[in-house]
């Protein structure tokens, strides 16, 4: 059966919806583009968190090294200047006490304490220093996860 002609000028019946034009075959739609681009997106940011715990990680090991490096140097003068201290100031004080009449237990308590003195403040300057090599702000950004607003600039 053939369909009724329409005259020139009259709207086609309401029966039959228009045809949109899908144009060629194999191209993706706008629609169907942008849902694609947004997955590339989503995916882009997710995975731009890692790439930014990652900086993140790489500048505390940076920061960690240089920590290390300066807390096992005063370790080392420290270690140095006990030795060191404890000999020479053991030699004279000693002496010179026991040359003024100290008794021995006086004359060898006083450079013990000097020496100690020294010891603890090496102590103290490398706990101090060792606080940089504990990758707060990494354990802190994973704690958190990877929520990285990707207008703000990468840390390194």
Do not use: C
């Not at 002609?5 to 039959?16: D, H, I, K, L, Y």
């Not at 949109?20 to 694609?36: E, K, R, W």
């Not at 020496?115 to 090496?122: L, Q, R």
């Amino acid at each position: 059966m053939s369909e009724p002609r329409q005259a020139p000028g009259q709207a086609p019946p309401e029966s039959e919806p228009p045809r949109p034009d899908t144009g060629p075959a194999g191209t993706i739609s706008a629609d169907a583009q942008a849902v694609l681009d947004a997955a590339k997106a989503a995916a882009g940011s997710y995975f731009g968190g890692f790439t930014t715990v990652r900086r993140l990680f790489a500048a505390e090991v940076s920061l960690a090294r240089d920590a290390l490096v300066s807390a096992l140097l005063y370790l080392l003068v420290t270690t140095v200047m006990l030795g060191t201290a404890y000999l020479l100031l053991t030699a004279l004080l000693v002496a010179g006490l026991r040359a003024a009449g100290a008794p021995w237990p006086l004359a060898l308590a006083v450079p013990l304490l000097v020496s100690v003195g020294v010891a603890v403040f090496g102590i103290l300057r490398a706990q101090k220093l060792l606080q940089y090599a504990d990758f707060e702000a990494t354990r802190r950004q994973l704690k958190k996860g990877f929520h990285v607003n990707s207008h703000e600039d990468a840390p390194l």
